[in-house]
């Protein structure tokens, strides 16, 4: 059997780790996260209308994927670690099989996987688990014989990271959601051009969200809580890096249209002022139109900023 899994949700932990338990469980499942190329002409998905790049995306590959597979799995992201997501995620089923509706011949027929996933505690982790892997696998599926494993360790996380740095004398964090930061297209290639100008990387994902998160706790922000868990990742990695790794620049990667980022771009601008103001901060806004050339440039003004104060 081939599941489609697509690859923008794997910037979720708690997805990792559901795949490994997929792997364990059922190793005769193969699991697809980027759809194979095909001159296969499709509907354009009716979410591109105002919605964001990432999201957009993220509809385009589960929608490549519905034809090549014979279940997707595109489970309802309501909360991780109790903090709520992006209600984009929660109305990704939705979009998905809307537009498999739409779809010519067999891929109409392709069965959905949308289990809403509402995860604050060990115990919510295990019960989604279990009803994710039968609608899944079938409702005979016994529950996994281990618990689900935890994410890293802090430990294992701080050793990875120390092993990324090996070698670089300045760093840049850059801070972003993961499925950002990691994504070679909605990156816009900035990770691969600091590193060509010698800089180490630090981002939101070196650490566990439990410390991000205790990071975020210890500010007032002016929208009172922060309730989005994205925006926690953002705000607890700037303060933890700041303090943690003395970066020569930080740059903050957003994406156009996002009204979660609307808000934490003041806070983060704000915690900034406060905080780090001797640190040279860029925010750079990204969606499918961005040009290279220009993210190129921007980041070279950038480097000569944090050369002049570094040599003076
Ligand atoms: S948090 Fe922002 S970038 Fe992420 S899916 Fe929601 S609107 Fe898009």
Redesign the pocket.
């Known amino acids: 059997m081939k599941v489609g899994l697509p690859m923008e949700l794997l910037s979720f932990d708690w997805i990792r780790r559901l795949k490994e338990d997929i792997h364990a469980l059922a190793p005769q499942v193969e699991l697809c996260h980027v759809p194979a190329a095909t001159s296969a002409r499709r509907p354009v998905p009716l979410s591109e209308g105002d919605a ?1 790049f ?2 957009k995306k993220m509809v385009r590959t589960a929608m490549a994927l519905l034809p090549q597979v014979d279940r997707l799995v595109v489970p309802r992201l309501v909360r991780l670690d109790g903090h709520l997501l ?1 209600p ?2 929660r109305a990704f089923p939705d979009l998905v099989a809307l537009n498999r509706d739409r779809l010519p011949g067999p891929a109409r027929k392709i069965p959905i996987i949308d289990t809403l996933v509402d995860i604050t505690d060990a115990g919510d982790e295990e019960r989604v688990r279990l009803l994710l892997l039968r609608a899944l696998l079938g409702p005979e599926t016994a529950p996994p014989a281990a618990p689900f494993p935890r994410p890293q360790s802090a430990g294992h996380k701080a050793a990875a990271l120390q092993d990324k740095l090996r070698g670089y004398d300045r760093t840049i964090a850059l801070i972003g ?1 993961a499925y ?1 930061v990691g994504d070679a297209h909605l990156n816009m290639g900035i990770p691969a051009i600091l590193a060509s100008q010698g800089y180490g990387i630090v981002t939101p994902q070196d650490f566990d969200f439990s410390d991000l998160d205790r990071a975020a706790a210890r500010d007032d922000y002016y929208a009172k809580t922060m309730y989005w868990r ?1 925006a926690r990742e953002c705000l607890g990695a700037f303060r933890h890096i700041c303090a943690e790794h003395e970066p020569a620049g930080i740059i903050y990667l957003l ?1 156009f ?5 609307a808000l934490v771009r003041i806070e983060l601008m704000s915690l900034h002022k406060k905080l780090a103001n001797k640190i040279p901060m860029m925010v750079l806004v990204g969606d499918e139109h961005s040009q290279q050339e220009h993210v190129v440039t921007r980041l070279e003004a950038f480097l000569d900023v944090i050369d002049g104060i570094t040599t003076s």
């Open positions: 964001c990432p999201f992006c984009n995620f959601r950002m994205g994406s249209n996002c009204g979660v980022d």
